[in-house]
Structures are given as structure tokens and as C-alpha cells.
């Protein structure tokens, strides 16, 4: 399966769902997708924000001793971001209603990372 359509099927699976998608830490999208229906955010920027903000995390827990960040949650009023580690420097990402299930999301984007690292 492409990654295009191992990113749709997370879309579609997760209700709520505005946006799916892999992101290099270096500011660039490797591939996203988006719902059909969203005219109210700028997604587009979501994506360059979050792989922005991925780079940070990673940069301040080097700085700090802690070790590769693997997972990163950002809650809004409307929006929640989720990004989780595929290989170093490259995250998969979801962006989400806030009323939506986080649990759901969380599994569904864990399943995504396993099958890109296995099927790309």
C-alpha cells in the first residue's frame, strides 16, 4: 500500500479527522492529506507548525539529557495535533477536532506509524 492511501485510511478511520500526514523535522511535509470539508483552519500551516514544533521538542530534550522524543500532543480550543515518531527526523501527524477521541486517534496513528515503517 502507498503512503498516500495508508494516510487516507487513517483519515477516514478516525472521526474527526482533519488532516493525516508525515512530516520532516527540517520544516518540509513528505506527504499529507486533508478532509474535504475544512475551509476553517489553514492546515497547510498546521503541517509546517508542527513539524516546526517537532524539531524543537527534539532539539530541548537533546539539550536536556532526556532522549528522542517519540510522541507529541498539542490541545487547542478546536484543534488537537497529534505526532508520532516513524524514523528519526520524521513524524506521522493528525489533526483532529478537539471533542475527538484521543484514544482512538493515539491507536490509530500508532497503527499508521507500524505500517508505514513496514509497508513504504
Given amino acids: 500500500m502507498s503512503l498516500l492511501d495508508l494516510l487516507y485510511e487513517a483519515?477516514?478511520?478516525v472521526e474527526g479527522a482533519r488532516f493525516a500526514g508525515v512530516v520532516g523535522t527540517d520544516g518540509l511535509g513528505v506527504e499529507m492529506v486533508y478532509a474535504d470539508?475544512?475551509?476553517?483552519?489553514?492546515?497547510?500551516?498546521a503541517e509546517l507548525e508542527l513539524a516546526t514544533l517537532a524539531a524543537n521538542?527534539?532539539?530541548?530534550?537533546k539539550r536536556i539529557g532526556s532522549g528522542r522524543v517519540y510522541?507529541?500532543?498539542?490541545e487547542t480550543d478546536e484543534l488537537t495535533y497529534l505526532a508520532s515518531l516513524v524514523t528519526p527526523g520524521y513524524f506521522a501527524?493528525?489533526?483532529l477536532y478537539a471533542d475527538?477521541?484521543?484514544?482512538g486517534a493515539r491507536a490509530i496513528l500508532g497503527?499508521?506509524?507500524?505500517?508505514?515503517q513496514v509497508e513504504v
Avoid at 470539508?37 to 500551516?45: A, R
Avoid at 521538542?57 to 530534550?61: K, N, P, Q
Avoid at 475527538?100 to 484514544?103: C, G, K, R, V
Fill in 37 to 45: 470539508d475544512d475551509d476553517e483552519f489553514d492546515l497547510e500551516l
Fill in 93 to 95: 501527524v493528525l489533526g
Fill in 11 to 13: 483519515l477516514e478511520t
Fill in 111 to 116: 497503527e499508521l506509524v507500524e505500517r508505514i
Fill in 100 to 103: 475527538a477521541s484521543l484514544d
Fill in 57 to 61: 521538542a527534539g532539539a530541548a530534550s
Fill in 71 to 74: 510522541d507529541l500532543t498539542v
